[in-house]
């Protein structure tokens, strides 16, 4: 037993403490489906596992409560497997060691040591488990739906069976932020843009210039999309567009970012310059383009670094200049970042593309981009806007991996019960929020529509990091408005 069992209130975080002994990183889910299967058993709450892995509980309505709506409180058993360099940790094996943390502001977290510590989502998993097992609650008929890998495929919910749920309202245990509710999420899709040709040959007196545009944040591209951090690849369609019409450029290579949801950090492009035009280009970009995005970016991204060179290797081979010419005016002209606000919501981002991946060499042009929505239509507005541009460039494209949006309703049964039993028990408002990036709630519904659905929870931060804490006071606050929200519905 570790310290944190003894903190209240005890059904949670006694719950917590015996999860925090179970392995259960994504991929590795058999220990913790047999610890609750187990521990129903022992408990006499009915359970099964479902072919996709995920975890199902009953629980029969408290008396006089039979003909309530039933509830399906869900959260997921997987946790991201994060550490320190230095620690020996193995997440297949060994127990989460906790501790308590106090910050500079006296407040109290539980940590774990080097290690994530898998509140995100064990505190949605120990919350169902405390409720379950307490035979002195109110609350009408209810569904525990644990969920299986989440955190990397979201195997669990993608392959859940239509209908499996008996639940008509959906209580999802995974928000990080106690006195927030989410209430709608983006859906996405990915958008390849393809094109061949042959490659042309090099220019007679040309030398290389290579450009480098390095040291931006990136980040998450639906959570810090609306932040204005720069994006590698629009950037440096701008310098690569102003070599081309001024000093006669050519272009070699292009390799901007590498991961699809990440805003791109990096981008590099090799380019061909007539001898006596390098020194000058060179100049150009280390001065007044640096100077440009650092007047431009500064404030956002204080180490962005730009630089040029001339090279000593020349290009071998080159993009045939009318190709390079559609391909550099689609990069310029395609929309990034922000379309749309949410109309009733209208500091939240609805619809939004990422320019995430530039691959071009003297023979392929590679563009990948993930375009999110909380809106179906509004996402396949923007992805027809691109492919508009990509196919001017007389570029293939295609879609792959779309997940639908839970598309927020401007008036929820249980949203405005919530909203009102927060006031009542806190004396404030409870802030209604929309997740721009993919929840499992949003393919939850596509298998169960219908449902009237939420997520909450209490008080995380950075999680799926080795610094991941969970904060002590938002539990007790988070689980007490839980119990009294089942005893209203
Ligand atoms: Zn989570």
Redesign the pocket.
């Known amino acids: 037993m570790s310290a944190i069992s003894n903190l209240q209130p005890a059904a949670i975080w006694r719950n917590f403490d015996l999860l925090t002994q179970v392995p259960r990183p994504s991929g590795h889910l058999e220990k913790i489906q047999k610890f609750l299967l187990d521990w129903a058993a022992q408990k006499g709450i009915e359970a099964h596992q479902d072919e996709a892995g995920n975890i199902l509980m009953y629980k029969a309505a408290s008396p006089g409560r039979e003909d309530r709506k039933v509830v399906t409180l869900q959260g997921?058993m997987d946790m991201v497997p994060q550490k320190t360099p230095d620690s020996p940790h193995n997440f297949e094996t060994d127990p989460i060691e906790t501790w308590i943390w106090t910050d500079e502001e006296g407040r109290e977290w539980v940590k774990a040591k080097n290690t994530t510590l898998g509140s995100?989502?064990g505190m949605a998993v120990a919350t169902i488990m405390a409720i379950f097992e307490d035979d002195t609650l109110e609350h009408g008929p209810l569904e525990g739906f644990i969920t299986a890998d989440?955190?990397t495929t979201m195997y669990g919910v993608e392959h859940m069976k239509d209908g499996e749920l008996k639940g008509e309202i959906l209580l999802n245990l995974?928000n990080e932020t106690h006195g927030e509710m989410v209430t709608g999420s983006a859906g996405g899709v990915n958008q390849t843009a393809e094109l061949q040709y042959e490659a042309a040959a090099a220019e007679e007196g040309d030398v290389a210039v290579k450009v480098v545009l390095t040291g931006l944040r990136g980040g998450h591209s639906g959570l810090e999309i609306n932040e204005g951090r720069a994006n590698a690849n629009k950037l440096m369609a701008r310098v690569v567009s102003d070599a081309i019409a001024n000093f006669e450029a050519r272009l070699a290579t292009w390799n901007g970012g590498n991961m699809r949801n990440a805003i791109p950090r990096h981008c590099e492009v090799v380019l061909s310059v007539p001898a006596e035009n390098a020194a000058e280009l060179a100049e150009t970009i280390n001065g007044e383009w640096r100077e440009t995005f650092t007047s431009e970016y500064g404030y956002v991204e204080k180490a962005l670094a730009l630089t040029a060179s001339v090279e000593e290797t020349d290009p071998e081979a080159l993009v045939p200049e009318e190709i390079q010419d559609q391909l550099v005016n689609a990069l310029m002209g395609c929309h990034n970042g922000v379309m749309r606000f949410i109309p009733h919501l209208p500091s939240i981002v609805e619809t939004s593309s990422n320019l995430a991946i530039v691959e071009i060499d003297s023979t392929k042009a590679f563009f990948k981009i993930l375009v999110r929505s909380s809106n179906d239509t509004q996402r396949q507005a923007c992805c027809d806007t691109l492919e508009a541009i990509w196919s001017m460039a007389g570029m293939k494209v295609e879609l792959s991996g779309a997940y639908p949006a839970w598309q927020p309703s401007p008036e929820s049964p249980i949203v405005e019960l919530m909203k009102q039993v927060y006031r009542e028990m806190f004396g404030e408002e409870n802030h209604v929020q929309v997740c721009h990036a993919g929840l499992e709630c949003s393919v939850i519904l596509s298998h169960c529509p219908g449902m009237d659905v939420v997520s909450f929870g209490p008080t995380l931060r950075s999680?799926h990091t080795p610094d991941e804490r969970c904060l002590i006071e938002s539990v007790g606050k988070y689980y007490n408005f839980v119990l009294e929200t089942l005893k209203r519905i």
Request: zero cysteines.
């Open positions: 997921h995100d989502d989440e955190e995974d999680p």
